[in-house]
């Protein structure tokens, strides 16, 4: 099973709009985190926003907002007031820490975003 | 947040040839981390570069086709060996950088990636 879900390939949204990036995660772990990261044709890696899974408050940076719904594995991305620049891939990733130790991230597929004027 | 810097940037490689990626960071660092994007795919880990012993390598991965070096805090290489066009990607690294003196687990930051092409 996918760790990381990202069931929107593709979405076009009107500048101005606000946008919800779908993400659903599948672990067992009690301690884990959930990133968004940025990818623009570009193709460097933008960080965006963490959850933590203890963390009660949805975590928020300027107009990037995470909806963190942990009942249903659910760690949807929002971004209000889209712009231009938006238009990138979008990743939702997990790290979940095993063993004690700090482990690398699981990424979804992505949401390839387009914003029109 | 932390700086880094890799090189090269591209390349294009003969098939049966290796590449050695070196990967570079502003400040110490614990964890280092390799990923591979394979074209209009996502990213997978590929192992965790740890100072001081050896990689941790991901399933599907191994250490003579993916040997990385981690000699200091600041520093890592990935060398793909015996390349064929099914490793043409792009491979980043990425960093767990220091805050307050420890390990901060929710940043993690990637550099900005060495596209490799093999023909």
């Known amino acids: 099973a996918q760790k990381i879900t990202q069931t929107q390939p593709g979405m076009f949204v009107q500048e101005k709009e606000a946008v919800t990036l779908d993400c659903t995660y599948d672990t067992s772990d009690q301690s884990y985190g959930l990133f968004w990261y940025k990818q623009p044709s570009s193709g460097e890696m933008i960080f965006l926003i963490y959850?933590?899974?203890?963390?009660?408050q949805n975590a928020t940076e300027g107009r990037y907002s995470l909806n963190f719904q942990k009942a249903r594995k659910s760690a949807n991305l929002v971004i209000s007031a889209s712009q231009l620049g938006d238009s990138a891939m979008y990743f939702c990733a997990m790290r979940e820490r095993t063993g004690g130790g700090a482990d690398g991230l699981t990424f979804g597929k992505g949401t390839h975003l387009i914003i029109q004027p | 947040s932390a700086v880094i810097s890799q090189k090269p940037s591209r390349d294009i490689c003969q098939r049966g040839t290796s590449l050695t990626i070196q990967c570079q960071v502003d400040s110490q660092v614990t964890m280092m981390f390799w990923y591979r994007q394979q074209p209009g795919q996502s990213l997978t880990l590929i192992a965790t570069?740890?100072?001081?012993?050896?990689?941790?390598?991901e399933s599907g991965f191994v250490i003579d086709k993916f040997p990385i070096s981690r000699p200091n805090l600041t520093f890592s290489t990935l060398t793909v060996s015996n390349m064929s066009p099914e490793d043409s990607s792009i491979y980043l690294c990425?960093?767990?950088?220091?805050?307050?003196?420890?390990?901060?687990?929710?940043?993690?930051?990637f550099g900005p990636g060495t596209r490799l092409t093999v023909l």
């Open positions: 990425s960093v767990e950088p220091w805050t307050s003196g420890r390990s901060s687990y929710n940043e993690q930051f």
């Open positions: 959850q933590g899974s203890y963390d009660e």
């Open positions: 570069a740890n100072q001081g012993s050896e990689a941790t390598y």
